[in-house]
């Protein structure tokens, strides 16, 4: 009986324990149960269906969906069922990150009216340019950013500030290093820059007149500058230092300056360089690893691209220096011996072609060995002659398969065109202004197998993006920024060429900039959708 009475007691106990723990859940659901009750989700205002995302980080593709609304991506996944003004489908199509260009010349040109709407930036896939590279653009930053604001723009616009157009407003043409009161003044030019959203300081140490300075002058203006320090290097090829000497260069900026360095448009220029590329990335590579933050960016060709001048005679070539050195005899001999090393140094007069200049207007598309047998002088006569006459731009095949290759599978090379935005003339520039991302998707992916596409992808979003710091760009994530790129992997293709270089890319399907549709189903729609991007 003791132990009946035991147990009922323990029993009671427990249906009594029960019974709470089922009020308890009762008030739990009742209160989930309070919550408003479910709505359909806002339609968005476009949606981008069934593609293959890659959302830049160099992973593998996935099937989804973006939903985006105003500028911004608010929803990657499977969105099948929901809504939108607008429905992109994208079957069969590989959708990305709008590519970052780390190097380019348009800063001016998508500021000229015939040229703002950037439409063979977009037809690359470009939604964002760093503008002000190799030491030049404005010293006003804060006045080209309004310019470009005021008129409007067709793609996204970082800039730079320039040591050499620094160095050339407080001391000219001056070869000597800075005073203290000179070098106040430049520190103060590039600290305006900065307050004016500036994202670093580039530098052209192969130019006038940014090869007058000493490196020491240049890692105190990068302090200044602080974020990144781009540098078209002393010497790409052997003309002065050389190349491994250049870039080790970069490499001392970056690490006693604090700053990020970049060795842009990465070459081995000219035949006594070729191979030199094992050196470079060695160095850069050792660099890293004791923790300095080293990078490059790269364009996809065999050919450069440079003044006639800087080519066959680095430093003063203008007709006003040439002259007093021609009138002289000894002189002239060492001169005419100069310029005849440097065009061997570039590979020879057949690899130099005239695009343009006051110095040569009907020579365009010719090389100098057929200029100079038609005028009967020496590739080095014919050369000075066109510098006599006011200069010309040239364009220069003189880099290795092996070393572009070699450059390009680095995870610390960027992509880059180094170039500009042309109309349709008797010039004939460098095809990279109009092709450089795509012939890079189309040449060295598709064809060669050099890089897969996932890393040409990564290569030309999130790295730059992560590199200068344009948060929220570059990638494909709910909350970044709707700078999309909808294209067919097998039918991307530069279509300039060196002899017809303003074609625009093809196989772009649909582009947009900050989320409105710039380039619809192949058509540019002419939207300056872009922005001046300013450093946080």
Request: glycine share 12%; charged share 20%.
């Amino acid at each position: 009986d003791v132990y009946k009475r035991q147990l009922s007691g323990r029993v009671a106990a427990m249906r009594i324990r029960l019974l709470v723990v089922l009020l308890l859940c009762a008030v739990v659901v009742g209160s989930l149960g309070a919550r408003e009750p479910w709505q359909a989700p806002q339609p968005f205002d476009l949606l981008i269906l069934n593609g293959r995302v890659l959302d830049g980080s160099g992973n593998p593709w996935v099937r989804e969906d973006l939903g985006i609304r105003a500028d911004r991506i608010v929803a990657r996944g499977r969105l099948a069922g929901a809504t939108a003004t607008r429905t992109i489908d994208a079957q069969g199509l590989v959708v990305a990150p709008g590519f970052i260009d780390v190097h380019s010349h348009a800063g001016g040109s998508v500021a000229r009216e015939t040229l703002r709407d950037a439409a063979g930036l977009l037809a690359q896939g470009i939604t964002t340019i760093v503008a002000n590279p190799d030491g030049g653009g404005p010293v006003d930053v804060a006045g080209q950013r309004q310019t470009l604001e005021a008129n409007g723009v067709g793609v996204n616009v970082a800039l730079l500030i320039g040591h050499g157009s620094v160095r050339g407003a407080v001391m000219g043409a001056a070869r000597r290093a800075p005073t203290a009161d000179e070098h106040a003044k430049m520190a103060a030019l590039v600290q305006a820059a900065v307050d004016a959203g500036a994202f670093g300081l580039s530098s052209g140490l192969f130019y006038e007149p940014g090869r007058n300075a000493e490196l020491e002058e240049v890692i105190a203006l990068a302090k200044v500058a602080g974020g990144v320090y781009t540098s078209h290097i002393r010497d790409e090829g052997n003309y002065t230092t050389g190349l491994v000497a250049s870039v080790r260069e970069v490499i001392r900026v970056a690490e006693d300056a604090g700053v990020r360095g970049i060795v842009t448009h990465i070459k081995a220029l000219g035949p006594d360089s070729w191979g030199q590329s094992a050196a470079v990335i060695a160095d850069i590579n050792a660099a890293r690893a004791r923790g300095v933050e080293v990078w490059a960016d790269q364009y996809p060709y065999e050919a450069s691209s440079t003044s006639l001048g800087a080519a066959v005679l680095p430093g003063p070539s203008g007709p006003e220096a040439l002259k007093p050195r021609l009138a002289e005899p000894y002189s002239s001999e060492q001169l005419m011996k100069e310029v005849t090393e440097n065009i061997r140094r570039r590979g020879g007069p057949a690899s130099i072609v005239i695009a343009s200049g006051r110095g040569a207007p009907d020579l365009e598309g010719q090389h100098l060995e057929q200029i100079a047998k038609t005028r009967g002088v020496t590739p080095a006569e014919a050369a000075v002659d066109i510098l006599l006459k006011g200069g010309a731009s040239i364009v220069s095949f003189n880099m290795a398969e092996n070393d572009i290759r070699a450059f390009m599978q680095q995870p610390w090379t960027m992509t880059s065109s180094d170039g500009d935005l042309s109309l349709p003339g008797p010039s004939r520039p460098h095809p990279r202004g109009h092709g450089a991302f795509a012939r890079k998707l189309a040449v060295y992916v598709r064809e060669r197998n050099v890089v897969s596409l996932e890393e040409a992808v990564r290569a030309a979003t999130s790295a730059p993006a992560r590199v200068f710091g344009f948060g929220g760009r570059g990638e494909l994530r709910e909350g970044a920024f709707a700078d999309v790129i909808v294209f067919d992997p097998q039918k991307v293709q530069d279509l300039a060429t060196y002899s017809d270089p303003h074609q625009h890319a093809t196989g772009m399907r649909w582009v947009l900039v900050n989320g409105r549709v710039v380039i619809d189903d192949g058509v540019p729609t002419k939207t300056l959708a872009g922005t001046v991007l300013r450093r946080q």
